[in-house]
């Protein structure tokens, strides 16, 4: 027993020894790698790792690399894996995903069947953040308020720290992750394509690609000029983005087309009526889409096919003031005296007073070298005395007065004689009375199934007519009978002839249009818009003229001081 001491203590000693011994010394006794990182330099650049493999294990490995976190936040750690080993040695620069100045645990990996083993941490402190990467954003277009996806990288932790523009515009984040960020396009007038620019910890990225924000682009036009009522064409496109169209002419004073229809790239529109310092002039077309608007690169006209407006009178007692020419110049009948407008040197002169009783809505009208005063009312009263006007010297003679008491009626002359149907008329409003003033006899003729009003009859080579409601009746004085010539959808209106020849009507309302009667056809064809104000600020727009050879002098003299706007007299010469 005693001589088996010794080797009874050599055997303890080698079990010590072994027991004591790290697990280098003996490789093959552990399946896993033995790892440990040399160095972690922290530069310009990101943080440089070198690590060593002290012993592969019996394990087949399948990868070592670095993983990372920041030590202040439990995130979850990024890893590299490493491309190759280099004498047991890997090095390894990390470069995404780092803040500046913030202190990153620092270890090395091995994934080993399916387990990964690490060595223990170094800390390294980050100087500068890693640039943020963009490699994509979807849609590359969109309206308001619509939505973007932006991929890429290094798009930080904290998404209070992450700053996104659509050109100079900050736009809404709504959704972070550090490889992808959800922003919102942002609402109002801003449209247009923009670089989208990302800053993460205040280092940015600006892509070379563009976002487009819808907003409308006006291009080109189908006409650059037209008449109230036509349609034109707007091109451009982005019109059916957003709300519905909202085009203006002239954004000062409001006048709006009606949007007939909408395609991305045309808009078709009807032209406005509008007021008289609208007609005529060139103003920009404006379209506006919610809150994005367009300015056209040209300029459009809402033609009148009036010439300028002329000189007014200074001031009218009666707004409706009959009017013959004579001489080329226009005599006006208002209400107790006669003025007149002469165009060749467009003004207006006071011509006389009338020695009679003042009244309204008399009839006044010229026969050969003379004019004519028949009726008209003042103070409910209703007047049929008669008086011949001598143009030329400005003096009147009283004639013996009608058989009745008229006022507001339509009267034309014909072979010397005036003739006079509706208004207000004591003997009958509906029958048609020839005067002559040669001889003041006075004849009682047909009847007309309407009752019409100042303004409503004129003629032309040698025939007369009547406007009675819709229809237009021509009169044969031989037969004395009505026939239908025509229709007119105009409403109420009032009749002039150019040269004896060309007659026109200019409708009351809703918005005056002055139409040209075409003979051939028989009928009634739009040639201008009156420019002054319509209807629609004025109900009882009414109109005074004159026609000359060539031109057609057309008035309406409103004496309500608060729409004095719609004053006006305006010249149309056919073209």
Known sequence: MTKNLPTLALYLLFICLCSCAKEKDFPSQNPYPLLQV????????????SAEVISTGTGAIKEYGIAYHPVSRAEKELKIPASAL????????ITNQLIGQTSYEVRAYALVDDKTVYSDYVIAKSVLSSKPIITAFTPTAGASYSEVTITGNNFGEDRYKVEVYIGTRSVSVIS?????????????????????RVVVNEIEVITSQKFEIFGPYITGISKT????????????????KGNWPRVLHNDLYNVVFTVVSVTDFKLTLQVPFTIGYQYDKPYPISLTLGDKKATSPFNFTIRSNFDNVVLLPEKSIDSYMPAFEADGKGYFFDFNHVKSFDPGTNSWREESKFPGVARY?????????KGYLIGGYENWRIYGDAWEYDFRNGSWKKLPSLPFAVQNAASFVLDGKIYITGGENSRGSFTLWSYDPATQQVRELNRLQNRISYGSAFTRAGKAYVVSGKQILVYNPALDTWQLDSEFEGGKSYAFTIGNKESYLISGSPNPILYHYKSSTRTWQKAGTWPGCSQTYYTNLEFSGFATEKSLYLGSFTTISQVGKCQGMYIYTPK
Do not use: C
Not at 87 to 92: E, P, Q, Y
Not at 361 to 369: P, Y
């Open 225 to 240: 000029e037209a008449e109230p009522g036509d349609t034109l064409t707007l091109f451009g496109r982005n019109f059916d």
């Open 38 to 49: 040399i160095s972690a330099t922290a530069d310009s650049t990101g943080i440089k790792v």
């Open 361 to 369: 809505n008399a009839i006044w009208q010229r026969v050969g070298d």
């Open 86 to 93: 280099a004498n047991n040695k890997f090095d390894i620069a």
């Open 176 to 196: 972070h992750e550090v490889t992808k960020l959800v922003v919102r396009v942002p609402e109002g007038s801003y449209f247009g394509s923009y670089p989208i």
